[in-house]
């Protein structure tokens, strides 16, 4: 039978991946949603998730798709209500909330996924073996986007809790703690926080594998042009590798090895049911970890106000 699912928030995020995700997985049901003002087309619609799951008892699991500051008091009520949970990346708002959730879906006995979607990215898994076979001198990430194009209107990125920059730099934290099967050790930050704002707009990172690879990061939220959503990665004997388009393209050498469309929630959404099925989690906060200590040991400068 088909998991059944109910949206919680059904915002942009939601319509753009989730839905197109859940409805196009025949082992999934997508039930209805809730949200207090959005109504995508064709999806039954509830104003809170109180409302939906005693709508709704027959939902089984919850994605949660609002934005992170709001995670935790949610995806605690749903697991108090015997409900698995998807939670839209970041997980929470902070390393605790995250924690606080893992250790309450195992107290009760459901499933909880942190969804790093870009893990799931059609270049990941070939470019982890690359570096597998290999020793590897440096890693260099640029993750550089404009965030009036990507995030119009959504001031709770620049809230406390939002992450600014870190809601996609977070993706390529996802992606690269899954290519060094660990920790990414942040040394130095410099978050660059516009004056009207409480999350960062520019950030660089100094970090480190736990073996000592050098890796220097840049993420910038004000790219205009071209868009880049890159990691480069060089082998102590020189051959390169690179991931481009967040992890669509996957070069060796310069040359493009795999090119091949993305799928991510789909394919994310299918490790959920999976997980369901075989009652266990996938609660790892590795990213997380690297952006809360980015804030730990950073250097924060004041920049220009951000106007929308």
């Known amino acids: 039978m088909a998991l059944k699912i109910g949206l919680v928030g059904l915002g942009k995020i939601a319509v753009d991946q989730h ?38 008892p027959e939902i089984e699991a919850v994605a949660i798709c609002t934005p992170p500051q709001v995670r935790h008091k949610l995806a605690c009520e749903a697991i108090a209500a015997g409900k ?52 590897i001198k440096s890693i260099q990430i640029r993750w550089k986007e404009n965030v009036r194009q990507w995030h119009p209107g959504q001031k709770w990125i620049f809230e406390a809790g939002g992450m600014g920059v870190f809601d996609p730099g977070i993706n390529a934290l996802s992606i690269l703690t899954h290519l060094l099967g660990g920790y990414a050790l942040v040394r130095k930050a410099a978050l660059h926080v516009p004056s009207n704002c409480s999350a960062p707009i520019q950030a660089e990172l100094e970090m480190a594998s736990e073996r000592g690879v050098p890796i220097d990061a840049e993420f910038d939220f004000l790219q205009t042009g071209r868009q880049t959503w890159s990691i480069f990665v060089e082998s102590a004997a020189g051959d390169t590798m690179a991931l481009h388009l967040g992890g669509r393209i996957m070069e060796v050498n310069g040359k493009v090895v795999l090119d091949e ?28 970890q690297a952006v809360a200590d980015a804030f730990l040991v950073g250097k924060l400068t004041n920049a220009e106000p951000y106007i929308e």
């Open 19 to 56: 839905i197109p995700a859940i409805r196009g997985n025949m082992g999934l049901e997508l039930v209805a949603g809730c949200s207090p003002a959005s109504a995508p087309e064709g999806v039954l619609r509830y104003p809170d998730m109180g409302s939906m799951l005693a709508a709704h």
């Open 261 to 288: 469309p993305e799928r991510e929630y789909h394919s994310m959404y299918e490790h959920f049911r999976r997980l369901v099925a075989s009652k266990s989690s996938d609660v790892d906060f590795t990213p997380l």
């Open 84 to 135: 698995h949970v998807f939670l839209e990346k970041p997980p929470a708002a902070t390393l605790g909330e995250a924690a606080s959730i893992a250790a309450m879906a195992a107290q009760h006995g459901v499933t909880a996924l942190a969804g790093w979607h870009s893990r799931f990215a059609p270049g990941v898994e070939s470019a982890r073996n690359w570096m597998l076979a290999r020793p």
